[in-house]
């Protein structure tokens, strides 16, 4: 298992939640990790990314200003900090790294975790 998710959860509109996905030695070799979500009926998107080496960070427009992407490289983690979370938020969060071009494109994507559940009601 090449990454592992944790954090997410349920919380009320205007709350916040934390995700983790610690990686394995492999993934993080990657030049970029990301996350990405999906919710019932609908594809899966972009959400956040950032250079494993480097300080460049992408957001989707749709989380821009209340999530943040962070990384710690001695432990192999990403962090992504949901403030002001919405109802629409509501989805499947998915880690995922990568050697990539396009940090929010999933289709560069080579290494997947199982997904984390998080509800905004």
């Known amino acids: 298992v090449q990454l592992v998710e944790s954090g997410g959860g349920s919380v009320q509109a205007g709350g916040s939640l934390a995700l983790s996905c610690v990686a394995a030695k492999l993934a993080y070799s990657s030049n970029c990790m990301g996350w990405f979500r999906q919710a019932p009926g609908k594809e899966r998107e972009g959400v956040a990314a950032?250079?494993?080496?480097?300080?460049?960070?992408a957001y989707a427009d749709s989380v821009k200003d209340r999530f943040t992407i962070s990384r710690d490289n001695a432990a192999k983690t990403v962090h992504l900090q949901m403030d002001s979370l919405k109802p629409e938020d509501t989805a499947t969060y998915y880690c995922?790294?990568?050697?990539?071009?396009?940090?929010?494109?999933?289709?560069?994507?080579?290494?997947w975790g199982q997904g984390t559940q998080v509800t905004v009601s």
């Open positions: 995922a790294a990568g050697d990539v071009v396009y940090p929010l494109d999933q289709r560069e994507y080579n290494y």
């Open positions: 950032i250079l494993l080496r480097g300080d460049d960070t």
